[in-house]
């Protein structure tokens, strides 16, 4: 099973940026859908951003326009730029590796705070 490390997260004042990097253990062009999640406190974790192995992206719609995601195969690493970073992007976020039908890894999170 792959083994997922997220790096990049820290507090940053609103309107800021960050990147997010999830460095696998594993070949991720082996893997359908790479992503990133986050959770606030007391609340669900939500998929925001998704890339598939052949480099189809998707986003929720809170975070369209302002957050990329890719991938560099080469680096076996997934990355998520956030720009425009708002208080309601507070949350611990989680990379991800999703081959359907068979598993969904998930890291160990990093945590992102947006604040003044």
């Known amino acids: 099973q792959v083994a997922l490390v997220e790096s990049g997260g820290g507090l940053v004042q609103p309107g800021g940026s960050l990147r997010l990097s999830c460095a696998a253990s594993?070949?991720?062009?082996?893997?359908?859908?790479m992503g990133w999640g986050r959770q606030a406190p007391g609340k669900q974790r939500d998929l925001v951003a998704r890339?598939?192995?052949?480099?189809?992206?998707n986003y929720a719609d809170s975070v369209k326009g302002r957050f990329t995601i890719s991938r560099d195969s080469a680096k076996n690493t997934v990355y998520l730029e956030m720009n425009n970073l708002k208080s309601e992007d507070t949350a611990v976020y989680y990379c991800?590796?999703?081959?359907?039908?068979?598993?969904?890894?998930w890291g160990q999170g990093t945590q992102v705070t947006v604040s003044s």
């Open positions: 594993t070949t991720i062009s082996s893997i359908t859908v």
């Open positions: 991800t590796a999703i081959v359907p039908g068979v598993s969904i890894t």
């Open positions: 890339i598939t192995n052949d480099g189809s992206t």
